[in-house]
């Protein structure tokens, strides 16, 4: 029997401006375009570029959705040598922060995971950076193997936080992704294990995959991903990651742990014989959406949103459209056609991570309760007939339509080798109750609240070393000043509780205001560090890491009421 499953932490680093899922909401609403070039630090661009497209060894096009920086790690943080850094894959690098971030976004301390079978499903399927590498095999030493193996990438993961779970990479091309999701759901859904994380992964280090879908002619030549609309002509590839972690609903409702949407159904399916292999099937795309829709016993007409695959190509996006009308869309109300879009168009195909990127933008579309443009859509593909189809592309932000107890948006991600996987979320019903770090407290009787004499809840932070402390000093001040006095006792709460507890730490006492204790914060983050008395109320104190100071109690912090 199959449990209702939660989705309670997620972490993404997508191009441009989106380090994280909040500044992902940004871009996505302002409907911005993150697609730039590859960088010039990945491999000279100029020597494998061509116009023509039948051109042997070259790339039409280098347009791509890049990374700021993928070079920067922090490996000490990780126990990590640098020496073993080096020949870590950047995907191994970034995929370790990313469930660091996952784990924080759902207030779930280290400490109390490791150890436990928390289970690693890891859509991934780029070895760019190992092929680069033996290139030169003087260069390669004991830890090139397992810094370059895509089994590993998964099994990093585990190691670096002491979890015993399954542990296993997925490839199933582009829809890699949304198919390790299907295969973490299961796990928890089944009970086996407690918690798991599905993740996804793509960094794009090498020409000779940009020379290949050259060749293939799959690239828009204009560096623009259109999908579902006449002038699109390919896809643009991209590069980033995303962790998400999934905990049975009931579990994460009993733990007051903050759910950010609940898993109604999971489906994967193969396209079987097709007239080339990467040629996608409609009719298989149709099956898995209505047995999908069947299993989890959901009435198509309550789906308020759903986010394609929608790459931009000819061939693909009209497959695609038919099939989702004749599965989900066919018997809707003229009034009230099924709402669709793709992230592709503001971040380009992220390939084997494509599918849990989708499940993040669709994600902060239940929370937010709008969805924002899908952007380069000027005029619709005359191969889809949206009207008579029951289908509208989202050319403006506008609000999710609830349709039934609960809003309802469904994830679509194909592979070119013909799996193909979709995912159907739903925000938290209103006959369940809210999960809040405040409410898990007043209800266990743990915490009392303070008198007004008190002042506010002290706020502790810290991190690994003194120059991290200060830039999460002063990335506290700036998401105090987001929050305010409503959230302040919930962040308070958070940071002395469901955090880990690092050596470096500031704690600030006996602030009247939230202003106040954002004042103080800014003060410290940018005092001389050399200073012996930075601030009246702002304690500062330092654990070598196996000290028994290390693990000691936070101090007492009271959630607002």
Not at 76 to 89: C, H, K, L, T, Y
Not at 258 to 267: K, N, S, T, Y
Request: proline share 8%.
């Amino acid at each position: 029997m199959l449990e209702p499953v939660a989705i309670v932490g997620l972490g993404c680093r997508l191009p441009g401006s989106a380090t994280d899922p909040a500044k992902l909401w940004h871009l996505l609403l302002n409907g911005e375009d993150a697609v730039t070039e590859v960088g010039t630090d990945r491999f000279n661009v100029r020597e494998f570029r061509h116009p023509r497209r039948d051109e042997p060894g070259h790339s039409y096009t280098f347009a791509a959705g890049a990374l700021n920086d993928i070079w920067r790690f922090d490996a000490d943080f990780f126990g990590i040598s640098p020496r073993e850094a080096e020949q870590m894959d950047p995907q191994q690098r970034l995929l370790l922060e990313l469930t660091y971030e996952a784990l924080e976004s759902g207030g779930f301390p280290t400490r109390c995971l490791s150890g436990e079978p928390v289970a690693v499903y890891l859509g991934t399927s780029s070895a760019d950076y190992g092929v680069l590498r033996s290139y030169d095999p003087q260069g390669l030493d004991p830890y090139f193997m397992t810094g370059n193996t895509l089994s590993v990438a998964a099994n990093r993961i585990s190691h670096a936080f002491n979890w015993r779970g399954p542990s296993l990479a997925v490839d199933t091309a582009c829809s890699s992704s949304l198919v390790a999701f299907h295969e973490a759901h299961r796990l928890v859904a089944l009970g086996e294990v407690p918690m798991a994380v599905a993740a996804g992964v793509n960094i794009l280090l090498s020409p000779i995959p940009f020379v290949g879908f050259s060749r293939a002619s799959m690239l828009a030549p204009d560096g623009r991903c259109r999908p579902f609309d006449a002038g699109g002509k390919g896809y643009v590839r991209a590069e980033g990651g995303v962790v998400i972690l999934l905990k049975l609903l009931r579990r994460a409702l009993r733990d007051g742990d903050r759910v950010l949407g609940v898993v109604r159904g999971v489906g994967v399916n193969s396209d079987g014989t097709t007239q080339g292999i990467a040629l996608p099937n409609g009719e298989a795309q149709r099956a898995l959406l209505t047995r999908t829709y069947e299993g989890a016993g959901v009435d198509p007409a309550e789906l308020g949103y759903l986010e394609a695959h929608g790459t931009g190509t000819p061939v693909g996006d009209p497959i695609e459209a038919r099939a989702i009308a004749e599965a989900l869309a066919l018997n809707r109300p003229a009034t009230s056609p099924l709402l669709m879009g793709s992230v592709k168009s503001n971040l380009g195909h992220l390939e084997p991570a494509s599918g849990l990127v989708g499940m993040t933008k669709a994600l902060l579309i239940l929370r937010h309760g709008v969805i924002p443009p899908s952007i380069h859509f000027r005029e619709p593909n005359p191969a889809i007939d949206f009207r008579r189809w029951g289908l509208e592309v989202v050319r403006h932000t506008r609000p999710l339509p609830v349709l039934g107890e609960a809003p309802l948006v469904g994830v679509n991600s194909f592979g070119f080798g013909g799996v193909n996987a979709h995912v159907l979320l739903q925000g938290l019903p209103t006959s369940l109750p809210a999960s809040s770090p405040s409410r898990r407290v007043r209800a266990r009787g743990a915490l009392d609240a303070p008198s007004a004499a008190d002042g506010l809840p002290p706020l502790l932070v810290s991190a690994r070393s003194d120059a991290a402390l200060r830039r999460q000093v002063a990335a506290m001040a700036e998401h105090l000043e987001v929050v305010g006095p409503d959230g302040y006792g919930d962040v308070a709460w958070t940071a002395a509780f469901r955090r880990d507890w690092h050596p470096h730490r500031v704690l600030v006492r006996g602030a009247r205001s939230v202003d106040e204790v954002a004042a103080r914060l800014r003060e410290f983050a940018l005092a001389d560090p050399s200073a012996e008395d930075v601030d009246a109320g702002v304690d500062q104190t330092t654990a070598e890491p196996h000290s028994p100071e290390r693990d000691r109690p936070a101090p007492t912090v009271y959630p607002s009421t």
